[in-house]
């Protein structure tokens, strides 16, 4: 019996379930799938509890799709360094009709169940500067990225969902232009902000005029390898976006005007940007285009994680 006991938890060892994992992927054949895809596409459907795949380390080059029938989905990496979902396609990349592939589909990986989560990983869009490229595209609300890379140029994290709501926390964000976009209400909590090299916009907000938050930045840091003032803290991609940054430290690759209004001079009146005791070469508030707001200490405490996820704990399932 004490053999058998043993067996069984070897066993357990192997397919990852004496740590909690429902499904273990590894490209050498020791977990249930050699590839995230399977692992994704063994997800019971509408199930009502958590499924958790561990991800050991690796280069999966997969074009993933996690199905909006596949809610209360974890994934975690065994080292957020060496564990890496890629993917290279990009905009202008042609499908099989000899079509461009547009910004949409080029994504490495699209998340559209709810409930989703992902911890100790690398998100990547492998293709270069070659235009737009995105590496993460969220559809389902209730998604949370906890110490997770996002690598990429134009365009690396799409966040799509129309009344979505998502948490970054302590993850890293690279790009040059408009690498932080779409229409999600999105909280970054001590995430760093890489801007690299050739200049651009942090976040092009397409906040819906219904909704009361889009983007909000909480003790991040903004740096990179780009020149000084090469970077627009945002602009616009649709009228009402909303982007505001409290607490960070912004480096000199910040502009001191720090917001551009797409050339549209409607938008000046319609976007919603916004800063609070923000520090570093970056930070300069009296520089700052005259439409954009420094917010009063009272204006500050509408911008709490349970306000801005709309009662939403993301630390919890």
Same mark, same amino acid.
């Given at each position: 019996?004490?053999?058998?006991?043993?067996?069984?938890?070897?066993?357990?060892?192997?397919?990852?379930?004496?740590?909690?994992?429902?499904?273990?992927?590894?490209?050498?054949?020791?977990?249930?799938?050699?590839?995230?895809?399977?692992?994704?596409?063994?997800?019971?459907?509408?199930?009502?509890?958590?499924?958790?795949?561990?991800?050991?380390?690796?280069?999966?080059?997969?074009?993933?799709?996690? !199905?909006? #029938?596949?809610?209360?989905? +974890?994934?975690? &990496?065994?080292?957020?360094?060496?564990?890496? =979902? /890629?993917? @290279?396609?990009?905009?202008?990349?042609?499908?099989?009709?000899?079509?461009?592939?547009?910004?949409?589909?080029?994504?490495?990986?699209?998340?559209?169940?709810?409930?989703?989560?992902?911890?100790?990983?690398?998100?990547?869009?492998?293709?270069?500067?070659?235009?737009?490229?995105?590496?993460?595209?969220?559809?389902?609300?209730?998604?949370?990225?906890?110490?997770?890379?996002?690598?990429?140029?134009?365009?690396?994290?799409?966040?799509?969902?129309?009344?979505?709501?998502?948490?970054?926390?302590?993850?890293?964000?690279?790009?040059?232009?408009?690498?932080?976009?779409?229409?999600?209400?999105?909280?970054?909590?001590?995430?760093?902000?890489?801007?690299?090299?050739?200049?651009?916009?942090?976040? !092009?907000? #397409?906040?819906?005029?219904? +909704?009361?938050? &889009?983007?909000?930045?909480?003790?991040?840091? =903004? /740096?990179? @390898?780009?020149?000084?003032?090469?970077?627009?803290?945002?602009?616009?991609?649709?009228?009402?976006?909303?982007?505001?940054?409290?607490?960070?430290?912004?480096?000199?690759?910040?502009?001191?005007?720090?917001?551009?209004?797409?050339?549209?001079?409607?938008?000046?009146?319609?976007?919603?940007?916004?800063?609070?005791?923000?520090?570093?070469?970056?930070?300069?508030?009296?520089?700052?285009?005259?439409?954009?707001?420094?917010?009063?200490?009272?204006?500050?405490?509408?911008?709490?994680?349970?306000?801005?996820?709309?009662?939403?704990?993301?630390?919890?399932?």
């Amino acid at each position: 019996m004490r053999k058998l006991l043993s067996l069984l938890f070897l066993l357990g060892l192997l397919t990852g379930r004496a740590f909690g994992y429902d499904f273990v992927v590894a490209q050498d054949g020791s977990g249930q799938y050699r590839t995230v895809q399977e692992a994704f596409n063994a997800v019971p459907d509408f199930r009502k509890k958590v499924t958790t795949i561990f991800i050991k380390k690796g280069v999966y080059k997969e074009k993933l799709i996690l !199905a909006g #029938s596949k809610n209360l989905v +974890t994934i975690i &990496g065994e080292d957020r360094e060496q564990t890496i =979902l /890629t993917y @290279d396609d990009y905009n202008q990349k042609k499908n099989i009709f000899g079509e461009d592939k547009g910004t949409s589909g080029s994504s490495s990986i699209y998340i559209y169940g709810t409930d989703f989560s992902a911890e100790n990983l690398t998100f990547q869009n492998s293709s270069g500067p070659v235009g737009q490229a995105v590496a993460v595209w969220v559809a389902g609300d209730k998604a949370r990225f906890r110490n997770c890379r996002f690598l990429g140029f134009q365009d690396t994290l799409y966040t799509y969902g129309y009344g979505s709501r998502q948490y970054y926390q302590n993850c890293y964000i690279e790009g040059t232009v408009d690498f932080i976009f779409g229409s999600s209400t999105a909280f970054f909590e001590d995430c760093t902000i890489f801007c690299k090299k050739g200049g651009g916009y942090v976040t !092009a907000a #397409s906040t819906p005029d219904s +909704t009361r938050y &889009g983007y909000v930045f909480r003790n991040c840091r =903004l /740096t990179g @390898d780009a020149p000084a003032g090469s970077f627009m803290l945002g602009r616009p991609w649709r009228p009402y976006a909303k982007t505001v940054f409290i607490n960070c430290e912004l480096g000199e690759q910040i502009a001191a005007v720090g917001w551009d209004h797409w050339g549209k001079e409607t938008n000046k009146q319609t976007a919603y940007y916004a800063e609070y005791q923000n520090k570093g070469k970056g930070a300069r508030p009296k520089q700052r285009v005259a439409w954009s707001h420094q917010l009063t200490d009272e204006q500050a405490q509408a911008y709490t994680r349970e306000k801005v996820l709309r009662n939403w704990d993301p630390s919890k399932n």
